[in-house]
Antibody, heavy 121, light 105 residues
Framework: EVQLVESGGGLVRPGGSLRLSCATSGFTFTNAWMTWVRQAPGKGLEWVGRIKSKVDGGTTDYAAPVKGRFAISRDDLKSTLYLQMNSLKTEDTAKYYC????????????WGQGTTVTVSS | YELTQPPSVSVSPGQTASVTCSGDKLGNKYVSWYQQRPGQSPVLVIFQDDKRPSGIPERFSGSNSGHTATLTITGAQATDEADYYCQAWDTTTAVFGGGAKLTVL
């Protein structure tokens, strides 16, 4: 069974940093392109960014609101995905989902349960 | 790039619901659709415009042409009441629509 389990969420002050982790199992993590998606309270889904597999270059892409502040990385030996969040703003408050696709490169068919990040003074 | 969805759609049980998603030349892109029930993670219901993942009921279908993609639920059931999001790619970044709340009543 494919599983994605996020951790690392919590309360952080504006300007602070936080690192989220996503432990994965049940699929070949090394070959997977991994994506972070977030959802602010009562709001819609927002794509955060993606990291390709190392065999496909391992490059990252980010949404405009987080570019330059967030960084996605991966540890293929641990089958774990990370999201380093710096210079956090109140508008970054959201549930953060770790996601991937085992179907194609255009959609997301595997979602974690999410971890909540609250940015507040 | 923006994807526009109606905030809400209503349908009577057993009838057909259509949820639209509009974007510039959207027909040239692959569109995915996600269902999100309250308190749950989203679930993929349509990918590559009109394909259903394994386990998704046949009453869910999709189409995409011109500037509009449509998710159709034929014979809507109470369990289909949820938020529905469309998603497409703009070069190297993905975009979600604002979401449409489907009410079955």
């Amino acid at each position: 069974e494919v599983q994605l389990v996020e951790s690392g969420g919590g309360l952080v002050r504006p300007g602070g940093s936080l690192r989220l982790s996503c432990a994965t199992s049940g699929f070949t993590f090394t070959n997977a392109w991994m994506t972070w998606v977030r959802q602010a309270p009562g709001k819609g889904l927002e794509w955060v960014g993606r990291i390709k597999s190392k065999v496909d270059g391992g490059t990252t892409d980010y949404a405009a609101p987080v570019k330059g502040r967030f960084a996605i990385s991966r540890d293929d030996l641990k089958s774990t995905l990370y999201l380093q969040m710096n210079s956090l703003k109140t508008e970054d408050t959201a549930k953060y989902y770790c996601t991937t696709s085992v179907t194609d490169l255009y959609s997301i068919d595997v979602w974690g349960q999410g971890t909540t990040v609250t940015v507040s003074s | 790039y923006e994807l526009t969805q109606p905030p809400s759609v209503s349908v009577s049980p057993g009838q057909t619901a259509s949820v639209t998603c509009s974007g510039d030349k959207l027909g040239n892109k692959y569109v995915s659709w996600y269902q999100q029930r309250p308190g749950q993670s989203p679930v993929l219901v349509i990918f590559q415009d009109d394909k259903r993942p394994s386990g998704i009921p046949e009453r869910f279908s999709g189409s995409n042409s011109g500037h509009t993609a449509t998710l159709t639920i034929t014979g809507a059931q109470a369990t289909d009441e949820a938020d529905y999001y469309c998603q497409a790619w703009d070069t190297t970044t993905a975009v979600f629509g604002g979401g449409a709340k489907l009410t079955v009543l």
